[in-house]
């Protein structure tokens, strides 16, 4: 019989992945760390974790896999104990967990909870793990459901809960049930995933243990449930949080319409709302308007811009008359006076758009 209480358990953290639909944000910082409602991404994930009872988590990294080491040390800040190991060369979401799992301390028949590194929850954690517990099984996978199921890997259950297949993505879902990107494994069978070779759960082991008859179990709930691998998505979940959507013991400060870090200016002439987060010793001018967006560090708004649902990069330019809506806008580069940028424009760090280079509509 499994028996764990949660302050003894242990989880691996997938960080791995490059992060390429978020370029150029992910250029030189990856997906895991960008600023998210105040905090590096992973601080939210960490935070709760911990609430939870985890006190020892393993990220599993490769891409710049220095730089989390760099951003939370040994842990201690966040009331853990952090551990790294690091794949030479990627392995796959099943390679990536075998690798981690040789810094575990804990028994065979553990519970190993597995977080991805993309992925805003506010499913019940200590729930899943103990439903997990209680049947004994061999990995309790969490699952929520979406509107378009097509774009994620489908995980239909028979009326015991137990998963009855697992279908990557296709065009004909069987179920708006999906994979949610989080695993209570238990540890003997990570223990069973080649060592050293590319394995994908989602395609290998997870349909693997289904056929051997094994239980794998899903674990659905209805709860607040995001995956922010797109531009979109990273605001809105940095918006969301801000907003109290979704509670996060890692905000740097109170819900509301905007979270101002510390040096940020926001004069009294600028309207900021709609769950905006203005960067340290960012500016935003009097007659600026900035919505749902992210502004990173040491950037500025001038008079008369307008920014919505957009990312501005650390020491970025908006200059007055320019309109950002659902945009990206690199470190260091200038947005000139009369630019229109709209629909997932993407502009590279460093970049100067001159003044009126690009519109949507005619030069008013």
Request: glycine residues 12%.
């Amino acid at each position: 019989m499994m028996e764990t209480s949660l302050s003894e358990l242990e989880a691996i953290l997938l960080v791995g992945g490059q992060g390429t639909r978020l370029r150029p944000l992910t250029l030189g910082t990856p997906k895991p760390l960008l600023p998210t409602a105040g905090v590096p991404f992973l601080a939210h994930q960490l935070a709760r974790a911990r609430s939870f009872g985890v006190r020892r988590i393993v990220f599993a990294t490769s891409y710049r896999a220095e730089m989390f080491s760099e951003a939370f040390g040994d842990g201690s800040a966040f009331g853990l104990s952090l551990e790294y190991m690091t794949e030479e060369t990627p392995l796959g979401t099943g390679g990536a967990i075998r690798n981690a799992a040789d810094a575990l301390t804990c028994g065979p028949d553990a519970p190993v909870l597995v977080l991805n590194g993309d992925i805003l929850s506010g499913h019940d954690i200590g729930d899943q793990v103990a439903r997990h517990i209680a049947r004994q099984a061999a990995v309790t996978l969490h699952l929520t459901e979406v509107e378009d199921p097509s774009r994620f890997g489908c995980v239909p259950t028979d009326g015991d809960g137990r998963v009855t297949a697992f279908l990557e993505k296709t065009p004909n879902p069987v179920t708006n049930r999906i994979n949610a990107g989080c695993y209570v494994f238990t540890r003997s069978v990570i223990d069973t995933i080649p060592a050293g070779e590319v394995v994908s759960v989602e395609r290998e082991t997870f349909p693997g243990l289904i056929e051997d008859g094994a239980l794998v179990l899903g674990y659905a709930d209805a709860s607040y449930w995001l995956d922010v691998g797109t531009p979109a998505a990273f605001v809105q979940g940095s918006r969301d949080l801000v907003l109290g959507r979704l509670a996060s013991p890692a905000l740097p400060g109170p819900t509301g319409d905007l979270l101002a870090l510390p040096g940020a200016v926001v004069d009294a002439g600028a309207k900021v709302d709609g769950g905006s987060v203005v960067g340290a010793r960012a500016v935003v001018e009097a007659g600026a308007q900035v919505s749902g967006s992210v502004l990173g560090d040491d950037c500025v708004i001038r008079a008369g811009a307008s920014v919505t649902d957009s990312v501005v990069g650390i020491g970025a330019r908006v200059e007055p008359g320019a309109v950002l809506r659902d945009v990206v806008v690199g470190d260091g580069a200038v947005v000139g006076p009369g630019n229109e940028l709209l629909a997932g424009s993407r502009v590279w760090p460093g970049v100067v758009l001159p003044e009126c280079a690009i519109r949507f509509s005619s030069d008013r």
